[in-house]
């Protein structure tokens, strides 16, 4: 199994979510936001194949990281590739952040009549969801661009059957270079 890629497999990361992490840039997006930060990852025949099982390889030899975050491009859009990669990276103790400019509720009807989409979201931590808004663009809010987005607790949010808020922008957020304990915190 291969995934469309916009680059190689990016460390150290202190601006994709929590923590320090690894990011995954997918490539391929129909959204096209005005004002989009990646509009490079777009096409979905740009950047490279990748075999999983290699960057799966990648992910297992890393240090020093709490989690992966994949976005791009849009994630959702190779679920399949994304589900499995998810899956080994949580067990490699790794949280797994996705951007996605679906809303949460897209994404729940896209679950509904595909499986890939559903097997990705049961392997995701956290949803950054919403397409990005240029009206709407803030530099005042964390780790999104525009204040429509919402960074979404998903195995909460499936549990009650609602929306759950992960990470409200009044919590200050610490980069300390530990890794989360079995409670999500860090040690």
Known sequence: MTIRLASELQIDSVVDGTG??????????????????????????DGFLKDVDELISEIQAMEGQTGITFSGGDPMYQPEACAVIAKAAHKCKLDVWCYTGFTFEEVLKMRDTNKAVK?????????????????????????????????????????????????????????????????????
């Open 20 to 45: 320090v992490r690894a990011v995954i840039w997918t490539q391929g997006c129909a959204h096209n936001c005005p004002g989009c930060h990646n509009p490079q990852t777009h096409s979905f025949d």
């Open 119 to 187: 097997d990705f979201l049961n392997e995701i931590d956290v949803l950054v969801d919403g397409r990005f808004i240029m009206a709407k663009r803030s530099y005042n809010i964390k780790f999104r661009g525009s204040t429509n987005q919402r960074i979404i607790d998903v195995k909460k949010s499936l549990k009650q059957k609602k929306v759950v808020i992960a990470l409200s922008d009044d919590v200050e957020v610490t980069h300390n270079y530990g890794r989360y304990n079995d409670k999500g915190l860090y040690i």
